[in-house]
């Protein structure tokens, strides 16, 4: 499919089954929208994504990570994500961190969506530490990436309240819902904001 001039080209970085970015993916073929997905790149060629965005005329590249330094494989991500013309990139479930080189390297240009409300619960493990900590809402966060982890400035949030006899697993769920509704609202502001200010 040809890059459309009016939308900004962002690649998407997964490692499994890709919801986040097909949420991303569907909400950018509804008007208006200022991005569009270039490609759809993950550390893990199983990731079940991949197939679903090659279903819908995405390019995709894989790679694994296994064998190769943090650097290599970062590299190998970004030659990717520029040949195929992105401006941006969201992270969609990646389960890698990473490099600061790459970070600096698209500085201000790289998203990530995150299960709690940040700054709470970095890393993993958020919804089972929201429920020890007896919190009566929990969330996701849209933020830039930084060198650190989880660790950037936080572009926008949707909050989910704990019920009742929430395990991990039913927090996880409704959130996840949160995050397909969040991710592509705060991706295409972002990136709309980015373009009109003629960044």
Request: glycine letters at 8%; one cysteine or more; hydrophobic letters at 45%.
């Amino acid at each position: 499919m040809p890059a459309d001039p009016r939308r900004e080209p962002v690649a998407v970085f997964i490692s499994g089954t890709g919801s986040n970015m097909a949420a991303l993916l569907y909400a950018s073929r509804m008007e208006p929208c200022p991005y569009e997905i270039a490609l759809v790149a993950s550390n893990n060629p199983a990731a079940p994504g991949l197939a679903l965005a090659a279903a819908e005329g995405v390019p995709t590249f894989a790679l694994s990570h296994r064998g190769l330094t943090r650097h290599e494989h970062d590299a190998a991500m970004g030659k990717a994500a520029e040949r195929h013309g992105a401006r941006w990139i969201a992270l969609a479930g990646y389960m890698r961190v990473l490099g600061s080189a790459f970070v600096d390297a698209w500085a201000g240009r790289i998203l990530n969506i995150h299960p709690s409300l940040l700054p709470l619960y970095k890393g993993l493990d958020t919804h089972a530490r929201a429920l020890a900590a007896g919190d009566r809402e929990a969330g996701c966060s849209v933020h830039l990436v930084t060198a650190e982890l989880d660790d950037g400035e936080v572009i926008a949030q949707a909050r989910v309240a704990v019920l009742p006899g929430d395990t991990a697993d039913s927090l996880a769920r409704r959130v996840l819902i949160a995050e397909h509704q969040l991710y592509p609202r705060a991706l295409a502001r972002f990136v709309g904001t980015a373009r009109a200010e003629g960044c």
